[in-house]
């Protein structure tokens, strides 16, 4: 699904044992919640770019976090015109994982340029706390 016009990323949703996701308020955009993501790449497969980009905004490690899914298809978020501009990317198609915490009393280091908060919440207050653009493809994942 990757190609010209779409950059590919993953996404990482952290879960413990209740359900809920580890939600991170970006640093850039107070108010505004997201999970870990970022662009894959070159060489790099989709999941060790999840381990990177997870490891690099939150801290979280092997020692705290274990992969123990991915969703089965690439997942398109179509950029805003705003966004887009003039440019010839017009958005990013993700491959999410699934990552479970050892210890549900872990804690996050938010890594201070992308996010500057967190906290465990429910799927669905996520979704509803996404930049708009950003809704359809988390409500598709988290709520599918």
Do not use: C, N
Request: charged content about 30%; aromatic content about 10%.
């Amino acid at each position: 699904m990757p190609g010209h016009h779409f950059r590919a990323g993953v996404v990482a949703v952290v879960r413990r044992s209740d359900g809920r996701v580890l939600a991170f308020e970006r640093a850039d955009r107070p108010g505004e919640w997201q999970l870990p993501q970022g662009g894959i790449e070159l060489g790099e497969t989709p999941a060790q770019a999840a381990w990177r980009e997870l490891e690099e905004e939150s801290g979280l490690t092997p020692a705290e976090v274990e992969l123990v899914g991915e969703h089965p298809q690439w997942v398109p978020m179509p950029w805003p015109p705003e966004i887009v501009g003039d440019g010839p990317r017009l958005g990013q198609v993700h491959r999410w994982f699934e990552f479970r915490v050892r210890d549900d009393d872990v804690e996050p280091k938010p890594d201070g340029r992308e996010f500057r908060a967190w906290r465990w919440v429910e799927p669905a207050w996520l979704v509803e706390h996404v930049v708009a653009f950003r809704r359809p493809s988390y409500a598709q994942v988290l709520r599918g």
